[in-house]
């Protein structure tokens, strides 16, 4: 059997996150995932989901005082410690925020910024990615006569989609997306959903905190339940929805706190 086991491209063991030294947001987590799998990080607010995909590319330690303990492997190396990069990290393990973030440039500039911070310099290659990005990210067709126009004039799902396209130009195997939804539309929302599934599509491992349960349901085929710091149910998103395990996670489905 464990012959069979395919690498996972990240995995948390004993996962841990305090934020003033002493007492732990984060009890000890033990998730791993797969390439082209999504997997929905869904609990109530505060539960510690944006404080555990944080983990996932060292952003945590931007927070002064909070420490992360245990192993965070990335294709099975241990990430979680002084010495990794985490410019480099972050190329390859995107994320995405819950309020649009682009930088006060062009809509091109936008997407080649971290490309050309990582030494792309070739015009073909740069108007490539340029494309690519932000078709896969379904915003070519709106942006693609106004390239050279700011982004901070894009509407704000148009901005959300500019930024998955900025994240996606760093062809990452990971994207975590943080409530990537939660300040758009319904059409919008769908555009970013339907990107989602693409991600996945082309292998790339996605992890979603999300407040929205037909969302999780629509995008994910694994769903980890947080609850007051520690992860309580992971499993395939219909099974866990059907027949939750844990009464907590039962409430919270039904509406009963969250
Ligand atoms: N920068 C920080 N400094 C101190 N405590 C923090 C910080 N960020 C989060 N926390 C605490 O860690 C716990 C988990 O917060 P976190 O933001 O991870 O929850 P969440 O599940 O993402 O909630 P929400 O659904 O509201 O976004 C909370 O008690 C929160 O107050
Ligand atoms: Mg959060």
């Known amino acids: 059997m464990s012959d069979d086991r395919v690498t996972p491209v990240l995995e948390t063991r004993g996962c841990t996150v305090s934020y003033d030294l002493t007492h732990e947001a984060l009890h000890p987590v ?13 609990g109530p607010s505060g539960c510690g989901k944006s404080t555990f995909l944080r983990c996932l590319n060292l952003m945590n330690r931007e927070i002064p005082r909070c420490r992360v303990g245990g192993d965070i492997l990335y294709h099975g190396e241990n990430v979680n410690s002084t010495d990794v990069d985490t410019f ?11 309020q649009p973030t682009p930088f006060r440039k062009s809509i091109r500039e936008n997407v080649l910024f971290a490309p050309k911070r990582h030494g792309v310099t070739d015009k073909a290659v740069l108007d490539e990615l340029l494309e690519t990005s932000l078709r896969r990210a379904a ?11 700011s982004a901070l004039a ?14 996606l130009a760093m062809r990452p195997d990971v994207v975590l997306l943080d409530e990537p939804c939660s300040a758009l539309d319904p059409i919008s929302t769908f555009s970013v959903e339907e990107t989602i599934r693409d991600m996945a599509a082309d292998g790339i491992c996605v992890v979603i905190v999300t407040h929205n349960m037909e969302q999780a349901a629509r995008v994910s085929d694994r769903t980890a339940f947080f609850y007051m710091g520690q992860m309580v ?14 009464s907590r996670l039962e409430d919270y489905l039904t509406g009963r706190f969250g």
């Open 139 to 149: 915003i070519w067709d709106e942006v693609k006569d106004k390239l050279s126009r």
């Open 154 to 167: 894009l509407s704000g799902g148009q901005q959300q989609r500019l930024c998955i396209a900025r994240t």
């Open 233 to 246: 149910e992971c499993g395939p998103t219909e099974r866990l929805f059907a027949s939750p395990a844990d």
């Open 30 to 42: 033990d998730l791993s995932f797969e390439q082209g799998g999504t997997t929905a990080l869904i």
């Open 88 to 98: 480099e990290l972050r190329k390859s393990i995107g994320m995405v925020f819950q």
